[in-house]
């Protein structure tokens, strides 16, 4: 695989992918090398033309969907041809789709990505007969507001909204014999004789058709991926980033159950926001609503007169402040609104003690000089897709809370934002939310088994030296995101591209599987 042509895209940013194959109970034992090298072949296969796409200047709407697409074209993969068969036999398939964008107001976005901003999300569910449950859940996501309220919903199941997708969308049609396969089949029945077993006076039709030579059945030699959401986390090169999910959902699932694929923050998310940045500690800031504010020394002086001889000791010659030292501060004249009553001014030397407080929203002048401070602070997107245990993403709002723990906890002295890896090792890493959600369960029944991937990126960049305002324009070199990957069980397939040799690359488990 060959790097990107990254100096030839119009946008900023440096386009990115990240798949993911589903996680659960797999180990060396259940998964033999030739196997392990399908999945290998397959996912490399397509993060390739995904990331051709990207590097061609594909939004990353189009690109996440045909990723996707692939895969549910796959039979080794829970979605679309490969995916698994409910109690009764039937298939009924999910798909998701969600954007955000870093930069939302930058001229010569995709105009498909920023209508989809509209409604942000959209997913459909208890879909038969559709090839590619995602691109139904793309066209949901793009219906325009029509002074109708359903042209607003988010998430739509069953025939209708295939009826739709196949009339008026030109969507592909399959029947129910294109999506059975042996190996999915199998599992069915597996599945049906593990539950009879457990309960020998509860009848299955089905039964009849596993052989009489069939083995006792031992959860840990069986490779079952059936836990197995796909999913495709894109960044473009305008800083637009969409994740796209595709599931057949939990083999033997209830006829109707809706997991969490098709639910909003359960088992994928987007999302953007502005935030503060800790600044340097040459140019002392004030915290106005959480962020921080460069200050020039004529101003500085102003603030340290108006808060004691010792104050403007500590301008002069800044010191690293004690824990507990956070001064109310009276403004110049020219810099006060009629809100602002209760700023905090942070000074340190080595790193910035930003502390959070709740003071009111301020852009302030400088009367004397009529010059423009811009808050110290920058945009910031994430997009999740998670695999694993459904009902687990359910009952812990998991790719949200992911996104919440990035978006509103500050960690260290520095308050710094939690970064994605961060988020995701709380919530789906080993001894996270999501393992400690199953209680005694844990490793009994498959409950809290978890795998996501994602991507985080940032819009700007700022002057390392402080320098007189805090924020400066977007320049070269472009801007990159950062690709995430976290999981708690046995094992979970991903594929990205590696930085350091923009080659792709597949893993399984935490070491390499050859």
């Known amino acids: 695989m060959s790097p990107g042509k990254g100096n030839q895209l119009p946008g900023p940013y440096i386009p990115t992918l990240i798949l993911h194959g589903g996680a659960g109970n797999i180990t060396r034992k259940n998964l033999p090398p030739d196997l392990y090298d399908q999945y290998e072949s397959s996912l490399l296969k397509y993060l390739d033309a995904t990331r051709i796409l990207l590097d061609s200047g594909s939004s990353a709407l189009d690109a996440s969907v045909h990723a996707v697409s692939l895969m549910e074209d796959d039979p080794l993969f829970n979605c679309g041809r490969g995916s698994v068969f409910t109690e009764k036999g039937t298939i009924e398939m999910e798909a998701s789709i969600m954007v955000a964008s870093v930069d939302p107001d930058r001229d010569g976005r995709d105009r498909g990505s920023m209508a989809a901003e509209q409604k942000r999300g959209a997913s459909v569910s208890l879909v038969r007969e559709t090839r590619h449950p995602i691109q139904l859940a793309r066209e949901v996501l793009l219906v325009q507001p029509n002074g109708k309220a359903s042209s607003m ?126 600044m340097s500690s040459t140019a002392p800031t004030v915290l106005v609503h959480g962020k921080a504010v460069m200050l020039t020394m004529k101003e500085r002086l102003t603030i340290a007169l108006n808060a004691g001889f010792v104050e403007l000791l500590q301008a002069c010659w800044p010191s690293t402040p004690t824990a507990d030292q956070s001064d109310e501060l009276l403004l110049p004249t020219g810099m006060k609104t009629a809100q602002a009553t209760n700023l905090h001014w942070t000074r340190s030397l080595g790193e910035t003690q930003a502390r959070p407080h709740t003071v009111p929203e301020m852009y302030y002048e400088n009367t004397a000089s009529s010059t423009k401070h811009k808050r110290a602070s920058r945009r910031r997107a994430v997009a999740i897709s998670g695999t694993g245990n459904g009902d687990t993403f359910l009952r812990t709002a998991a790719c949200r809370t992911i996104a919440a723990i990035c978006r509103f906890r500050t960690q260290g002295p520095t308050s710094n934002p939690t970064a994605l890896a961060t988020a995701a090792d709380m919530t789906a890493g080993i001894n996270g939310e999501m393992q400690r959600s199953a209680g005694d369960r844990w490793e009994a029944t498959g409950e809290g088994q978890a795998g996501m991937i994602g991507i985080e990126v940032c819009s700007d960049t700022y002057d390392s030296e402080g320098g007189t305002t805090a924020y400066t324009a977007l320049e070269k070199p472009r801007l990159a995101g950062t690709v995430v990957s976290d999981f708690n069980c046995g094992g979970l397939f991903r594929a990205w591209v590696d930085e350091t040799t923009g080659e792709g690359k597949v893993m399984v488990f935490r070491e390499e599987y050859h």
């Open 153 to 278: 919903h988010c998430q739509l199941s069953g025939p209708d909204v295939e009826e739709w997708g196949w009339r008026e969308k030109s969507l592909e049609r399959k029947d129910h014999s294109w999506f059975w396969t042996e190996k999915r089949w199998a599992e069915h029945l597996r599945g049906l004789q593990k539950d009879q077993m457990r309960d020998d006076s509860r009848p299955h039709s089905a039964l009849a058709q596993v052989g009489s030579k069939t083995s006792p059945i031992h959860d840990e030699d069986i490779f079952l991926p059936s836990q197995g959401t796909v999913g495709a986390v894109c960044m473009d090169s305008w800083g637009d980033v969409v994740v796209a999910t595709s599931t057949g959902g939990m083999t033997n699932k209830k006829v109707g159950r809706v997991g969490d694929t098709p639910t909003l923050g359960a088992g994928f998310w987007a999302e953007s926001w502005e935030e503060p940045v800790a």
